[in-house]
């Protein structure tokens, strides 16, 4: 059964905290993995991996894949209040037509 | 449009009754997807629309669940006798043809509560 398994599931933390999120994927011809950030309603993009070790790096946020252990992490540093949110992690998989499953998330909550 | 819209925001429905959920996808998107998330938890998978394909229906969790695709554009949801375990945000999300990788763009979700 393809799957996205996210750890962990809540976690809470100060600002200024560095912070890891984990994501490890089993699925079936495996195209990219994603990670998207959810604060209301519509999940907000931040990544796409599709390399292994290449690290993708936008500001604060960061995030690796590595395909031969089936796995990803984003990591935050210096974490503010406004990085609370679920983090989401979902994988491109399949053959011609593809389709994307997505993990359960992390809830982050970051207290000033 | 400028992005995935999705109606109404909110719906409040008595158990029994049917629902219609719309999207409207990225003008240009040729994939649609529905996603259900409940309370606490992550997204799952109901249904994908690619092109003049036949949908990827392997998500829907009953044959109360239906989706429709007109003219390769707006997207209706549609849930038939609607139970209390139906409730949840129903997002949508649209994206390029996939083969090129792109990632998918959500709508804002319209939050059904069966009571």
């Known amino acids: 059964e393809d799957k996205v398994v996210q750890s962990p599931l809540s976690l809470v933390v100060h600002e200024g905290d560095t912070v890891t999120l984990n994501c490890s994927y089993e699925v079936t011809n495996f195209r990219s993995l994603l990670w998207y950030k959810q604060e209301k309603k519509a999940p907000t993009f931040l990544f796409m991996l599709?390399?292994?070790?290449i690290e993708k790096k936008s500001g604060r946020l960061s995030s690796i894949l590595d395909k031969k252990e089936l796995f990803s992490i984003l990591n935050i540093t210096a974490t503010q209040t406004g990085d609370s949110a679920v983090y989401l992690c979902a994988a491109w998989y399949g053959g011609s037509q593809g389709n994307l499953i997505f993990g359960k998330g992390t809830k982050l909550s970051v207290k000033p | 449009g400028a992005g995935v819209s999705q109606s109404p925001s909110n719906k409040v429905t008595e158990k029994g009754k049917d629902v219609e959920l719309r999207c409207d996808p990225i003008?240009?998107?040729?994939?649609l997807y529905w996603y259900r998330q409940s309370l606490g938890q992550g997204l799952e998978f109901l249904i994908y629309f690619q092109g003049n394909s036949a949908p990827d229906k392997s998500g829907l969790p009953s044959d109360r669940f239906s989706a429709e695709r007109t003219g390769g554009s707006v997207s209706t949801l549609t849930i038939q006798r609607t139970q209390q375990e139906d409730s949840a945000v129903y997002l949508c999300?649209?994206?390029?043809?996939?083969?090129?990788?792109?990632?998918?763009?959500f709508g804002e979700g319209s939050w059904l509560t069966v009571v």
């Open positions: 999300a649209s994206s390029p043809r996939i083969s090129s990788g792109n990632t998918i763009y």
């Open positions: 003008s240009g998107h040729t994939a």
């Open positions: 599709t390399s292994s070790g």
